[in-house]
């Protein structure tokens, strides 16, 4: 059974920082694409940033140049650093992975961490 467990999540003022990690936990498994998604209150799930094995970064334009997703393949370990924090960054942050076991690809979530930015 593959877990993921995310991390680092809390309350920061505007303009601050916060660095989430999602750790992939289990045996006899790959993963290709990892995933961040977020949920603020009363909105639908959206899509964050995405990284292949490679480490390369796909963003989307709310947080284009402000988010950096890295990932470390050894650790089975995604990373999201976050900077410039704004409000509307307020949301539960979901990792995402495309895991393959026995040959099979299937989506795995992890459970969400509360991220806050208020003053």
């Known amino acids: 059974q593959v877990q993921l467990v995310e991390s680092g999540g809390g309350l920061v003022q505007p303009g601050g920082s916060l660095r989430l990690s999602c750790a992939a936990s289990?045996?006899?498994?790959?993963?290709?694409?990892m995933r961040w998604y977020r949920q603020a209150p009363g909105k639908q799930r959206e899509w964050v940033a995405r990284?292949?094995?490679?480490?390369?970064?796909w963003y989307a334009d709310s947080v284009k140049g402000r988010f950096t997703i890295s990932r470390d393949n050894a650790k089975n370990t995604v990373y999201l650093q976050m900077n410039s924090l704004k409000p509307e960054d307020t949301a539960v942050y979901y990792c995402?992975?495309?895991?393959?076991?026995?040959?099979?690809?299937?989506?795995?979530w992890g459970q969400g961490t509360q991220v806050t930015v208020s003053s």
């Open positions: 995402n992975a495309d895991v393959v076991v026995s040959g099979l690809e299937r989506a795995y």
């Open positions: 289990g045996s006899g498994f790959s993963i290709n694409i």
């Open positions: 990284t292949t094995g490679s480490g390369t970064g």
